[in-house]
C-alpha cells in the first residue's frame, strides 16, 4: 500500500510538471504568435558588404522588400522568382528578405491602366542614394495582369527582373534587344539555353534561371569586393 502510495505522488508531480511546461509553451506562443505567424514582422540583421568598391551599390545584406496590398496574382511569385535568379547568378552574394516595414526595395502595384509607351517592365523604379550607396528604392507595376504581357514573357520574369536591376543602379542597354535591360520590346527576347522543356497549361517552354553575363558579372565584382574580377563598364546610370 504505501509503495502504491508512493507511485501516485511520483506521477502526480510528473503531471504537474508536464502541466507547467505546457502552460508555458502557450504563454509563449501567445506572447509570441506575431512573430511565430510571421517571420517577416522582425527586420533581419544587417551584413555590410562591399566596403571597396566605388560603382552604385547596395551596402548591406540582406536587401529587404515588401509588397503594397494592391500586389495580388502571380506579380509576387514571379518577383521572388526574379530574387532567386539574381541570388543564384551571384553565388549568394546578393539575397533578399522579406518584410512588412521598412523596406529597401518597396513594391507598389496598379491594375487595369493603359500604358502607351512599352517598356519591358510597364512599371518605375525609383532609387536614391547617398554618394555610391544605394539606401532606397520603390518599383511601381502599372499593370499586374498576366494577359497584359507578351506570350514569350509569360514564363520568364524579364519584366520583374529588368525593374529590379534598375534597383541595382544598372541602365538601359539601347543597342542590344536581346539584353535583360533593353527598354522597348513587344516580345521577350532574352536568349536562353534550350533544355529540360517544361509545359504547363498546355504550353511548352524554356525556362531560364540566370540573366544577362554582363549584368551578372558585374553585380559579382562588386559584391564579391572585388574579389571576382569583372566590369560595370556602360552598365551602370550615370
Avoid at 180 to 191: A, R
Avoid at 205 to 210: G, H, L, R
Wanted: aromatic share 12%; net charge negative.
Amino acid at each position: 500500500m504505501k509503495q502504491k502510495r508512493n507511485k501516485s505522488k511520483l506521477n502526480g508531480k510528473i503531471f504537474f510538471a508536464l502541466a507547467i511546461i505546457l502552460i508555458g509553451i502557450v504563454a509563449y506562443l501567445y506572447i509570441n504568435q506575431d512573430a511565430v505567424i510571421d517571420n517577416k514582422i522582425q527586420s533581419p540583421e544587417k551584413i555590410q558588404v562591399s566596403n571597396n568598391i566605388q560603382e552604385l551599390r547596395w551596402e548591406n545584406m540582406p536587401i529587404t522588400y515588401s509588397f503594397s496590398e494592391s500586389c495580388v496574382g502571380q506579380i509576387v511569385p514571379r518577383v521572388e522568382w526574379a530574387f532567386d535568379i539574381i541570388t543564384n547568378a551571384t553565388n549568394h552574394s546578393v539575397y533578399f528578405k522579406e518584410v512588412t516595414s521598412n523596406a529597401d526595395i518597396s513594391f507598389i502595384c496598379y491594375s487595369g491602366q493603359n500604358i502607351e509607351d512599352k517598356f519591358i517592365t510597364e512599371g518605375l523604379a525609383t532609387t536614391t542614394s547617398e554618394g555610391n550607396i544605394i539606401t532606397e528604392a520603390t518599383i511601381e507595376f502599372w499593370s499586374v495582369s498576366e494577359d497584359t504581357r507578351p506570350a514569350s514573357c509569360q514564363y520568364f520574369p524579364s519584366l520583374e527582373l529588368h525593374e529590379i536591376l534598375h534597383t541595382f543602379g544598372f541602365g538601359h542597354i539601347e543597342n542590344n534587344h536581346y539584353n535583360i535591360m533593353y527598354p522597348y520590346v513587344e516580345e521577350c527576347l532574352k536568349e536562353i539555353e534550350k533544355k529540360n522543356l517544361v509545359t504547363i497549361d498546355g504550353k511548352s517552354f524554356y525556362p531560364a534561371d540566370d540573366f544577362d553575363i554582363e549584368q551578372s558579372d558585374c553585380m559579382n565584382y562588386i559584391y564579391s569586393n572585388g574579389e571576382i574580377s569583372g566590369t560595370c563598364e556602360g552598365l551602370m546610370n550615370n
